[in-house]
């Protein structure tokens, strides 16, 4: 009530892009001089919440989806909020500062933003460094972290994509407990041609070669992989995105990224950018069950894109989403959605007599 009555309109005055980076901000603050407070916030947690997926536990399936914490300066911040897992990025392999502003818009009224940020990124040396020396600080992260990986704008040249996937993921994948690979983002050119079957066959064969070997090397344990998608495929290419998947030992699918198309938005929002929130809802939550059904069960699916209620992340579960993510939503309900969700979740999962998470996924289609 208080976020929707007072903060949001003073938010809303500013530009978005401007209003994130000043929370980012604050956020950064309050994690380097507040974290034995913060630490004292309990992760919301409950046994029908619990999940375990890809063999790592969530204490509940809510987390928050990538772009919003881009280079992993409030990842103490985030179990206050009530998330689950937090996923940083997309952190590219080199620097860089994205696309010409503005590239942020909000459209209060569907509930909808509309992004061309362009992986503006700090690069993958200074994350990790940032990252390192809190996993160094001795102190367990609250929450599981899930690291983006994505393309340099300039590299271009097919060797050298791969050459960059493999730098950023050699300087962030023995930090991360899980590992996405960012192919579908709109606002770089030519990214998307990575979900293409060939090349996508060429980047996770690569990456997951890299992930055994760190497996050995560093960690002692696997590092789960999972692939991000986007909304706007063919069915054939949902079906070669889901063998190139099986066949190189992937862990899991994010479904999905923002879209291009613009079908259920106004006319204002026909401008270049990746398209966000409820107008995106129906068409992720399609995705999902598409995907689903493919996989029979075979791989764990995060399911992400328009979800801002308790009844939507239900929805998304019983489709067959293993855990779900929120953004746009947080903009428009305000930091504690995922605590609102969750303790929704609570209440629609006692009303049908299910007794946990895992129990959930996929109910829809049994
Ligand atoms: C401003 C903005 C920036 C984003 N940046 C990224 C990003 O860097 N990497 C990524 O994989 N997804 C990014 N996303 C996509 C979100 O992670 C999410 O997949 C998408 O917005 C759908 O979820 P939502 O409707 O809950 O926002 C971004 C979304 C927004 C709105």
């Known amino acids: 009530?208080?976020?929707?009555?007072?903060?949001?309109?003073?938010?809303?005055?500013?530009?978005?892009?401007?209003?994130?980076?000043?929370?980012?901000?604050?956020?950064?603050?309050?994690?380097?001089?507040?974290?034995?407070?913060?630490?004292?916030?309990?992760?919301?947690?409950?046994?029908?919440?619990?999940?375990?997926?890809?063999?790592?536990?969530?204490?509940?399936?809510?987390?928050?989806?990538?772009?919003?914490?881009?280079?992993?300066?409030?990842?103490?911040?985030?179990?206050?909020?009530?998330?689950g897992f937090v996923e940083v990025g997309t952190i590219t392999a080199q620097p860089q500062g994205g696309n010409p502003k503005p590239r942020v818009f909000r459209y209060p009224e569907q509930a909808a933003v509309v992004n061309r940020l362009g992986f503006?990124?700090?690069?993958?040396?200074?994350?990790?460094?940032?990252?390192?020396?809190?996993?160094?600080?001795?102190?367990?992260?609250?929450?599981?972290?899930?690291?983006?990986?994505?393309?340099?704008?300039?590299?271009?040249?097919?060797?050298?994509?791969?050459?960059?996937?493999?730098?950023?993921?050699?300087?962030?994948?023995?930090?991360?407990?899980?590992?996405?690979?960012?192919?579908?983002?709109?606002?770089?050119?030519?990214?998307?041609?990575?979900?293409?079957?060939?090349?996508l066959s060429a980047l996770l064969t690569l990456l997951s070669e890299e992930a055994k070997g760190l497996s050995e090397a560093v960690r002692g344990t696997s590092v789960p992989l999972f692939l991000k998608i986007s909304p706007d495929m063919s069915e054939a290419d949902r079906d070669d995105v889901v063998e190139v998947a099986l066949e190189n030992g992937l862990a899991g699918l994010i479904a999905t990224n923002t879209t291009i198309a613009r079908e259920g938005a106004t006319e204002e929002m026909e401008l270049p950018g990746g398209l966000s929130g409820k107008p995106l809802c129906e068409k992720s939550l399609e995705v999902l069950r598409y995907l689903y059904r493919q996989l029979q069960g075979r791989l764990p699916i995060i399911g992400v894109g328009g979800i801002s209620s308790a009844e939507e992340a239900y929805a998304r579960i019983k489709a067959g989403a293993s855990l779900v993510q929120v953004y746009t939503g947080m903009i428009y309900e305000g930091p504690f959605l995922p605590r609102k969700i969750n303790q929704g979740l609570l209440r629609l999962m006692e009303r049908d007599g299910i007794k946990s998470i895992a129990d959930a996924v996929g109910v829809e289609s049994r």
Request: charged share 20%; aromatic share 6%.
């Open 120 to 199: 503006n990124s700090e690069g993958s040396e200074v994350v990790a460094e940032r990252i390192k020396r809190l996993r160094q600080s001795g102190i367990p992260l609250p929450l599981p972290l899930a690291i983006n990986i994505g393309k340099t704008k300039i590299v271009e040249e097919e060797a050298a994509v791969l050459e960059d996937y493999r730098a950023g993921f050699r300087r962030l994948a023995p930090l991360a407990d899980l590992v996405v690979i960012n192919v579908s983002s709109p606002n770089t050119p030519g990214l998307r041609q990575w979900q293409e079957k060939a090349k």
């Open 1 to 83: 009530m208080l976020y929707r009555s007072l903060i949001r309109p003073l938010l809303f005055q500013q530009d978005p892009e401007q209003a994130h980076e000043g929370i980012i901000r604050l956020l950064e603050t309050l994690t380097a001089t507040q974290s034995e407070l913060l630490r004292l916030v309990p992760v919301q947690t409950h046994p029908a919440l619990q999940t375990t997926v890809a063999g790592i536990t969530f204490p509940n399936p809510v987390g928050l989806a990538a772009g919003f914490d881009k280079n992993g300066k409030a990842i103490p911040f985030w179990h206050t909020c009530g998330c």
